[in-house]
């Protein structure tokens, strides 16, 4: 068998969205799992929707992602160039032989004709008008420099079926096809044209691609057959939806890989995640690395229906990537949200970060987290109820004096210290401790959680700050 070829044919929009990350991610996985070449492909015939930088953005989201492509527009390889808008010649002479071949032809067609076309619903279909025209007249109105698109000639009817591997057999009727554009008038080629003349020219045994693409693959079907080329084998990946109606749609722009990363994703995590849109590993496992990944994907694990898009679930498993990281690695992954939160510049963000470790799933959640650690204001004297300690706003203004005093009175201002300092005197003041504590953290935080305890937090405040706190929410209780 000859060696394994995918590969992943973006169009340069500008985002990576998380659905076109899944088909490079599976196109790639299928050619490692089969010790073959993952190959990427530019498909930007659509000048007109040319979009600065969105080329660079492609090669950067999948190069973080680790999907590491073996040829490609920027890294060169055999079967190149790898960027459509650079092949515009050989489409040209592919649909010259098409046309030879019967399988495609010339329409002169205006677009007024074209218009008049349309039936009552807004339906139009083309009706071949140009497929008649004497071969001379062709020749004559080219020479005339009269300009043209080639049309595929799909016949009228019968069926065409083939296998897909996920779907399993797909029959499509002939006469729900159209005559559709293989080379628009600028001599660009259409998508439907390109996919098939790259997808054979480069060699690729296996197209991996969305479901959308499911019920046009007889067109490309027809053309691999009209030049006598073997037809790959086609691999349609199911549809992500956003919910139980909604697809996730890189229209509405939700769901970019670029979006996640700057919400304060992990790269590993996503991937990660998108993995598991629409496969399940046999095993049942969910974290996995990218070479794990290799190791157990298989096409069975492919489910034919939609999967849904639950951040709840990237969340737990960004939760669990994070956890996974060194103090360290943590630190360098948080350190630019950290800088954006307004405690930078005031507090050692290497401490900050400790506290945060096991206790954010999403970096972005950083500044909200620890913003009150900057500076105190009024809040919900609420907060203070709780039943477990049985504290209220209540207790809190009788306990806070009491607490001030023990506080003022520690000098080595350090957790362990302020902690057993303060625990020794619940018995004193007729409470648990679990109050005493409960009332200073409110009482210097104004949250109702924080990361880490009264106590850790007071010592990272410093004891004049600590004292200064106290004294604030005194006078909120009035
Ligand atoms: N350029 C197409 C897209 O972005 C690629 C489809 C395919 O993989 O054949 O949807």
């Not at 027809?222 to 006598?228: K, R, V």
Request: charged share 30%.
């Amino acid at each position: 068998m000859s060696k394994v070829r995918t590969r992943f044919a973006p169009s340069p929009t500008g985002f990576m969205h998380l659905g076109g990350l899944r088909t490079a991610l599976y196109a790639y996985l299928y050619a490692k799992a089969n010790g073959g070449d993952f190959i990427l492909r530019v498909e930007d015939t659509d000048q007109q929707r040319y979009v600065e930088g969105a080329v660079e953005l492609i090669y950067s989201s999948l190069l973080e992602s680790g999907l590491k492509y073996d040829e490609g527009p920027d890294i060169g390889g055999n079967y190149g160039p790898y960027i459509q808008s650079e092949r515009k010649h050989i489409y040209g002479e592919y649909a010259k032989k098409l046309v030879e071949l019967g399988g495609a032809y010339y329409c002169f067609c205006t677009k007024e004709r074209l218009e008049s076309l349309t039936d009552e619903n807004g339906n139009r279909k083309y009706d071949k008008h140009c497929l008649k025209l004497p071969k001379e007249e062709v020749e004559r109105r080219i020479a005339n420099g009269e300009p043209y698109v080639i049309r595929q000639n799909i016949p009228t009817e019968g069926t065409s079926s083939y296998e897909d591997l996920i779907y399993g057999r797909i029959d499509v009727d002939y006469k729900e096809l159209e005559d559709n554009i293989l080379i628009k008038s600028d001599g660009m080629p259409t998508y439907n044209f390109a996919n098939v003349i790259d997808d054979h020219l480069m060699g690729i045994t296996h197209v991996i691609r969305g479901t959308e693409y499911l019920s046009s693959t007889p067109k490309y079907n027809l053309m691999y057959d009209a030049f006598g080329w073997e037809r790959p084998v086609y691999i349609h990946l199911p549809t992500i939806m956003k919910d139980a109606t909604r697809k996730l749609s890189k229209r509405y722009g939700d769901a970019n890989f670029d979006d996640f990363v700057s919400k304060g994703y992990l790269k590993e995590a996503i991937i990660n995640y998108v993995a598991l849109l629409g496969w399940a590993p046999k095993e049942n496992v969910e974290k996995m690395t990218l070479e794990e990944m290799v190791k157990l994907f298989s096409l069975d694990g492919i489910s034919k229906s939609p999967s849904i898009f639950d951040e709840v679930k990237l969340r737990w498993l960004n939760g669990e990537y994070i956890r996974a990281l060194s103090e360290d690695e943590f630190y360098q992954v948080a350190r630019p949200f950290l800088e954006k939160s307004k405690v930078n510049g005031l507090f050692d963000l290497k401490t900050i970060a400790k506290l945060l470790h096991s206790r954010v799933e999403v970096l972005g959640e950083i500044p909200e987290k620890i913003d009150w650690l900057a500076e105190l204001t009024p809040y919900d004297l609420a907060l203070f109820d709780n039943k477990k300690n049985k504290t209220s706003a209540e207790v809190a203004k009788e306990l806070l004096p009491k607490i001030r005093q023990v506080v003022e009175g520690i000098d080595e201002f350090v957790n362990d210290k302020i902690f057993a300092t303060l625990s020794e005197k619940a018995t004193e003041f007729g409470v648990k401790s679990g109050a005493i504590f409960w009332v200073l953290r409110i009482a210097i935080t104004g949250q109702g959680v924080t990361p880490g305890g009264a106590t850790e937090i007071a010592s990272l405040l410093g004891k004049e700050e600590t004292l200064k706190r106290i004294d604030f929410t005194l006078s909120l209780l009035g």
